[in-house]
């Protein structure tokens, strides 16, 4: 009689130990079948609440000035629109009257920079002139002289001819420097009398010249261009006083009388 095969028993540890690898890791995951089986109703729950935390923490942590407000009305943005642009004309008029001030600030010292230039200039030139007139006016005296040797000495050989020539060299070569540096001697023999240019020494009584005319020059003018260096002393020409005869003479007495009784 063959024995009956004994049923294995419900082992807990020996049915693990006969799962497969893979069936042990789907146990131990998910457990047991009637706890997977209330899983979905788990994980809605679970992402339902997440959610709601994600929601509250995004609202908690959003900033004042992204979160949504109220939109202002149309009349309002025009009030404001335009009291800025009000503020802003009145800036750029600022401005404006600004730049006009500096504007004529800057024409005025233009000006005054300009006028200082130019009484500089002026006063340099004055002041050149007053020197160049000076030492001139020194050297003068020299060419006086060699004009008076020329026309007093009379050389009588040969020896006193060269020494004339010579100095009379000299004198050429200071008139010639002279000339360069715009000096002018004058003439003024038979010119009306001009009191800017010519000082009267003598009166010489005459018909063969009007009233006032120079007769001869007694000591050499000079000019540096429009300025007198030295006047030139110069003879003027006078009427003559008429005759008075005896006979006239004793008529004019004979009126007198006359009238006197």
């Given at each position: ?87 802003l004309k009145q800036q750029l008029e600022q401005q404006n009257q600004q730049v006009d001030a500096l504007k004529k600030r800057y024409i005025s010292l233009?000006?005054e920079f300009d006028n200082f230039r130019k009484r500089t200039q002026k006063e340099k030139e004055e002041l050149e002139v007053q020197v160049k007139c ?45 000339k360069r540096l715009g000096v002018s001697a004058m003439r003024p023999e038979g010119q009306p009398f001009d009191p800017n240019y010519h000082e009267a ?61």
């Amino acid at each position: 009689m063959i024995d009956e095969q004994k049923q294995p028993e419900n082992n807990p540890i020996e049915s693990e130990q006969n799962l497969n690898p893979s069936e042990k890791i789907e146990k131990e995951e998910f457990g047991q079948p009637n706890a997977s089986a209330s899983q979905p109703e788990a994980a809605a729950t679970t992402e339902t609440s997440f959610q709601d935390t994600i929601g509250a923490a995004g609202e908690a942590e959003l900033p004042e000035s992204e979160k949504i407000t109220e939109l202002p009305e149309p009349a309002q943005v025009i009030k404001a629109l335009s009291q800025e642009n009000e503020s802003l004309k009145q800036q750029l008029e600022q401005q404006n009257q600004q730049v006009d001030a500096l504007k004529k600030r800057y024409i005025s010292l233009a000006a005054e920079f300009d006028n200082f230039r130019k009484r500089t200039q002026k006063e340099k030139e004055e002041l050149e002139v007053q020197v160049k007139c000076k030492t001139i006016g020194e050297l003068l005296q020299v060419v006086d002289n060699f004009e008076r040797a020329r026309t007093q000495i009379k050389p009588a050989n040969e020896g006193e001819m060269a020494i004339h020539k010579s100095y009379q060299g000299v004198y050429k070569n200071l008139v010639d420097g002279l000339k360069r540096l715009g000096v002018s001697a004058m003439r003024p023999e038979g010119q009306p009398f001009d009191p800017n240019y010519h000082e009267a020494m003598l009166r010489e009584q005459t018909d063969e010249h009007p009233e006032g005319t120079v007769l001869e020059q007694l000591v050499r003018g000079y000019t540096l261009g429009d300025r007198v260096l030295r006047h030139a002393m110069v003879k003027v020409a006078a009427p003559k006083e008429p005759t008075i005869t005896s006979a006239e003479e004793t008529t004019e007495k004979e009126n007198l009388e006359n009238k006197e009784s």
